[in-house]
């Protein structure tokens, strides 16, 4: 596609559930982050694909997180069994390989009530 | 890991007013970008500029990564330019490539 395309915009979800929320990068390329954005934060590090390497999860805040790329292309940030502090903007980027530019997506804005 | 510290915090500036903006990082980088996050919540990259110097229409940037910063200057303010400021980096570490880290971000409101 001609950006990184997240999905959905906005969910809403009841504490205690599961979501799962979906990133496709720009065709071709093999990086991929995902970042989260607190309200009035900056940009924490959640975890960073590299074409076939082994991801890295260092960002992840505790094991309710988890994310895979499929195909080295679309990447799903699942939460599991949702809190409130979990409540942010969900951000991914994608770049052609490491050390080049990376471009967002618009982001998923999630809010666990 | 790789600190980014951004100063200042936060700037008002009156509309054709100029700023310059800095980010300090405390290791070698590969790799570093500067991001306007507009009101909407959208990052846009300014520039990719692990080193040198960057002009694009009033924008301009400067890294000197052997001194460990970079400089983002905004020439003849517009409301337009309000948002969030932020500097990225890439820790440089052999032939590895690593996740990009976030400065704390420079807070901009142009007023008329």
């Known amino acids: 596609g001609a950006g990184v395309s997240q999905s959905p915009s906005n969910k809403v979800t009841e504490k205690g559930k599961d979501v799962e929320l979906r990133c496709d990068p720009i065709s071709g390329h093999t990086a991929l982050y995902w970042y989260r954005q607190s309200l009035g934060q900056g940009l924490e590090f959640l975890i960073y694909f590299q074409g076939n390497s082994a991801p890295d999860k260092s960002g992840l805040p505790s094991d309710r997180f988890s994310a895979e790329r499929t195909g080295g292309s679309v990447s799903t940030l699942t939460i599991q069994r949702t809190q409130q502090e979990d409540s942010a903007v969900y951000l991914c980027?994608?770049?052609?390989?490491?050390?080049?530019?990376?471009?967002f997506g618009q982001g998923t804005r999630l809010t666990v009530v | 890991g790789i600190q980014v510290e951004q100063s200042p915090p936060d700037l008002i500036l009156q509309e054709g007013a100029n700023s310059t903006l800095r980010c300090n990082f405390s290791d070698s980088v590969n790799n570093l970008q500067w991001f306007h996050q507009n009101p909407w919540g959208q990052l846009i990259n300014l520039f990719y500029i692990p080193s040198g110097t960057k002009q694009n229409g009033r924008l301009s940037a400067t890294t000197v990564a052997t001194e460990r910063y970079s400089l983002l200057y905004i020439s003849s303010s517009q409301t337009t330019d309000s948002g969030v400021y932020f500097c990225a980096v890439e820790r440089k570490d052999g032939g590895a490539t690593n996740k990009l880290i976030f400065g704390t971000g420079t807070l901009l409101a142009v007023q008329p």
């Open positions: 980027a994608s770049s052609f390989f490491g050390r080049t530019e990376a471009f």
